[in-house]
């Protein structure tokens, strides 16, 4: 067993359930997504991105490349929460944590990548 | 590029990943932790807020407690993340420090800034290899003659001093073996402004490999090697397509010339002077008996040379052992070993080992014993120079000067090599002719040399060739000014080579062909004005008639119409 395979392993997927965890539930119930969660989702990816990170092979370079994405999404999605809650002022509404759901939805797109090429990876290398 | 980029992500990571959680711990901890608003609800930090006050605690700014007063739980908690955090940062601004000095860092990042530099270089440029005492004094060379040069030295104290000589561009210099592929390729062989290589390296298997490895990348480029030993010449020369020196070998060559015919070796070492210097007197080297000091390779070169002429030499050295040699004696350089070669009664001392003082003492012992000895000093340290001049020797070899002679004269002008190599063949008169030729038509300060092609796809030569009528173009006509037509410039032609089969010292009225090449000396004034003949048409036909001929059809088909009527 490699220590490295399991960290990598471990980031990638956790970066994964906690994104879907947060996405999970009614596009515009604000109560059934909670700002923890993010928080801890856009924690995990970004440290998951900086695991990637020298890898020189061509899988290594898409591994960094959908956690990039993933990361973006999740920033893009907590800025617009900000914006809603202190730009703005307003509490959390429906029309608004729905853009901000639907930007993580797109994180656990990338995220899915990410975790199927971790499979295929896993899969090649055969031992 | 890419490797400085992988190589910071990669040590970075670990630092990166520490920042991150430090912060994840820290910011997530104080958005839990319940704190208390002026209206004394109970409400947590939320994870805006948290993120920044962590941001400004950890940064060492500190705003203060925002966005009401602090309880005492989450003030111990701040207190709690900013030792976390300072310890976050120490870390990862230690680690950007430490790989700002890490050897294999800034040895990467050398190699980026070189190949980003060699690629950045608009003008032709020559590839240097090697840069002790002849590769710094080429380097210098080329760089007085306009060229630049990019240089790859592997010892690291060399390579630098690249940096700190008088340079009117500074070079891109690399300290690298260049006995790699990549590190060829970075120094810009590929180039379509790469004009040749050369390769100094103090040692021959080092330069054969380059040559070698430079001409499999690159076979169109031209390559000149140096090469000490003959096994290295003979096998870069088997291999073709290298141009090999041996300075050793090259100065008894010209001390062989100068034998025979004094003037070859006067007009060879006039033609390569700096365009200007005064025309060298001929220097007669007497034959008699030479006494040779030092028998290493330059001594053996000397003594090859001499049994090939049939002349009598003795020779001595303190560390060769050769039974067979007779002629070869086994002593230190004193007096009395001196008087045992005959120094007395010899016509030639060659004062030719490695080491300039003893050199200057044999040259002092000599002289006491034998006062019009003819002397031939070699000169192995650069900054002995001015005790060598001081010695007033008759002839001096110091190897650097021949390296930047044979380079050069191989690099720039081609043609002039091949002149001087057809001279040395020819008779001694020829070169008389040659000396006699060019101080009547130039004039008595060095010329400079260029080589006149006549390539048809030049408008000027177009011209000259196929719109004249079927007039012959001759010699004659390349030598008169173009402004000012029964002028002459100061142009001399000294050889023609057509079809590979080449003429020295053609006649002035030879009707010139297409392709022919032809080895013009003179002065640069008017280098620049013959290059008119090929770029502008319509010259060949104003020298000769007197008259500039129409360009546009328009006035071509007034001229035929007048002319008809």
Known sequence: ???????????????????????IGDLERVELHHPMELFAAVVVNLVATVLKFGDRTQLGATHLATSLVASFQLVAASLVWVWQIYVIGHPMNGEMISIVVSLSGGALLANVFSVVLLMGETLRQGR | MDDILFLILRRLRAPLITLIVVYAISVGGLALIPGVDPQGNVRPLSIFHAFYVMSY?????????????????QRLWVTFSIYLSVIGWAYTLGSVIALGNDATFRAIRARSLFSWRVRGISEPFYVLCGYGQSGAHLGRALDRLGNRTVIVEPNVERAARAAIQDYSTPPPTLAADARLADVLEDS?????????????????SVN???AIGAHVLNPSLQIVVRAKSDVARINLESFGGVQVINPFDTFAFNLRVSLRAPAILQVEEWLTATPGS???????????????????RFG????????????????????????????????????????????????????????????????????RVNPDIFVVIRQNQMQDR????????????????????????????????????????????VASKVLDRVSNEVGAGAPAAWEFVCDVLQPGMFGAFFQRGGEPFRIVHLSADPTNPPERLRVSALMLERNGVAQLLPDADTALKPGDRILFVGDETAQRLQRRYLSEPGTIAWVTTGREPPRALVFRWWRQWSRAA
């Open chain 1, 1 to 23: 067993m490699n220590l490295e395979k399991v960290i990598f392993g471990f980031f990638i997927i956790f970066a994964c359930t906690l994104n879907f965890g947060f996405f």
């Open chain 2, 57 to 73: 605690t950890a940064t060492t700014i500190g705003f203060g407690e925002l966005p009401y007063p602090f309880t005492d739980p």
């Open chain 2, 188 to 204: 810009g062989i590929h180039s379509p402004r790469c004009l040749g290589l050369i390769a100094l390296a103090g040692e021959d």
């Open chain 2, 208 to 210: 054969q490999a380059i």
């Open chain 2, 278 to 296: 005064a025309c060298p007197a001929a220097q007669v080297v007497p034959r008699g008996r030479w006494v040779l000091v030092g028998f290493g």
């Open chain 2, 300 to 367: 053996r070169a000397i003594a090859a040379m001499l049994d090939r002429e049939g002349i009598e030499w003795r020779a001595f050295d303190p560390r060769s052992f050769e039974d067979s040699e007779k002629r070869l004696l086994h002593g230190d350089y004193t007096e009395g070993v001196l008087r045992d070669a005959g120094v007395q009664d010899a016509d030639v001392l060659v004062a030719g080992a490695d080491v300039d003082a003893v050199n200057l003492g044999a040259t002092t012992l000599a002289r």
């Open chain 2, 386 to 429: 001015a005790l060598i001049e001081a010695a007033h020797a008759d002839l001096k070899f110091v190897q650097s000067d021949i390296m930047v002679n044979e380079c050069l004269q191989a690099l720039k002008t081609p043609m002039l090599g091949r002149f001087i190599a057809q001279l040395r063949e020819a008779e001694g008169e």
